[in-house]
């Protein structure tokens, strides 16, 4: 299956790209600047895309995301610290912004004679994020069936979308991919911050998988206060 993956160079979408490279054909990464306060992220992302041998596109839509104002991401707004389930951290929900990525990304991968988009939404963002729900994940792939009407039948893939984030830390380490090569923090500073909601969750997922996180945190022990651990 021809796949192009959406990757932001955190734990989850690095997991995938090497998932289907391992699987299926992978024909490139494609990355996002949607205006977001750092963008540390996406030279992991390249990073991964030269591992794999891959292409990667990095598409400037930030004045488009200037436009989605209100979020933690995008913002002079404080990234909150906690845990997820925390209703505190709806504020770094930026509206629409899967579904204008995917939107990009699928036509990209028509043009290309690609067979699936694959991204990497799962089960720890359904609490906060919409456009990450399975509900969203089958209206998304209906809507493009509609779109690419006698272009070509597209795919969406998302092999995570029921797991949880221990669930992905556990393919990570079936696939052998370094931690260390992806960055997940919202404050992008020189290391993980530890505090922040995506921090304590990646922190959490390696805890409930068993596997070591080799990552540098300037708080490793926030998580488990956070957690209840």
């Known amino acids: 299956m ?15 790209a090497h998932k289907v490279a391992r699987a299926h054909q992978l ?25 794999l041998d891959t292409e990667h596109t990095l598409i ?5 995301g200037r436009l989605l104002s209100g979020s933690a991401l995008t913002d002079d707004i ?21 579904a204008i990525m995917l939107s990009i990304a699928f036509g990209i991968a028509s043009s290309r004679g690609a067979e699936a988009v694959a991204a990497a939404v799962h089960g720890g963002d359904h609490f906060i994020y919409p456009d990450c729900r399975p509900g969203f994940v089958d209206a998304f792939q209906t809507m493009q069936q509609h779109a690419l009407d006698g272009m070509g039948d597209i795919r969406f893939y998302t092999p995570f ?48 998988a068993n596997v070591t996180d080799p990552t540098s945190y300037e708080d490793a022990e926030f998580w488990k206060a956070a957690c209840d651990v």
């Not at 949607?34 to 996406?42: A, D």
């Open 161 to 208: 979308v029921h797991d949880s984030k221990a669930d992905i830390a556990t393919e990570a380490g079936r696939l052998g991919v370094d931690a260390r090569t992806t960055w997940s923090c919202y404050k992008g500073g020189n290391n993980h911050c530890g505090r922040c909601g995506t921090c304590v969750e990646r922190r959490e997922a390696f805890h409930l």
């Open 27 to 51: 024909i490139g990464l494609v990355s996002f600047d949607y205006g977001q306060r750092h963008k540390k992220e996406l030279a992991y992302a390249k990073a991964c895309a030269d591992a």
């Open 78 to 98: 404080d990234v909150p610290d906690g845990h997820y389930a925390e209703e505190s951290m709806k504020v770094t929900v930026v509206p629409n912004r899967n």
């Open 2 to 16: 021809k796949t192009l993956v959406i990757c932001s160079g955190g734990l989850d979408s690095v997991t995938l």
């Open 60 to 64: 400037d839509i930030s004045n488009v």
